[in-house]
């Protein structure tokens, strides 16, 4: 049995959730999320529990049942709670800025990056070293950090660029000098 496929999910007092057969429809004061989910689990409600089992215990329905589980969660956190990636950018000179909705880099290049967040995606710039991916899609909101973060990688020898909160990165030495070669 998957240990994470067999934890019942709980819904917040504010969230709605509709099943329609391998249709899962979470909709909450943040938004509204569907998925279709494989055929190889059954999502059940009960109450204010959700439940997923697997329909047979064919090596398929045993993968699919604690990621379909999984989904299912963060459907219910996001459209409740909502999700957040934090970026820190570090370098001379490199810095984020807002305008309007999009999200303005001046990090090392001779032009701006302008990155315009998809739908139910937000930015918020809090020094203009910190950036806060914030939605109720936890898919689309990794996704849009990792295109942020895909602009500008963070480099091993002096580490600039943009990276994860938290994130480490690995440093390498540089040169050192002269070779001693005559």
Known sequence: MSRIGKQPITIPAKVEVTIDGPKVVVKGPKGQLSRTLSANVIVS???????????????????????????????VEGVS???????????????AQLQGRNLVLNIGYSHQVNIVPP??????????????????????????AAKIRAVRPPEPYKGKGIRYAGEVVRRKAGKTGKSGKK
Do not use: C, P, W
């Open 81 to 95: 709670q909502g999700f957040k990636r934090r970026l820190e950018i570090q370098g001379v000179g490199y810095r």
């Open 45 to 75: 409600q009960e109450g204010g529990i959700l439940n997923v089992t697997r329909r047979d215990e064919t090596r398929v329905s045993r993968q699919m049942h604690g990621l379909s589980r999984t989904l299912v969660a963060n459907m």
């Open 119 to 144: 739908d139910g995606v937000e930015f918020l710039v809090e020094t203009n070293t910190n950036i806060v991916v914030s939605g109720y899609d936890k898919e689309i909101v990794g996704n849009t």
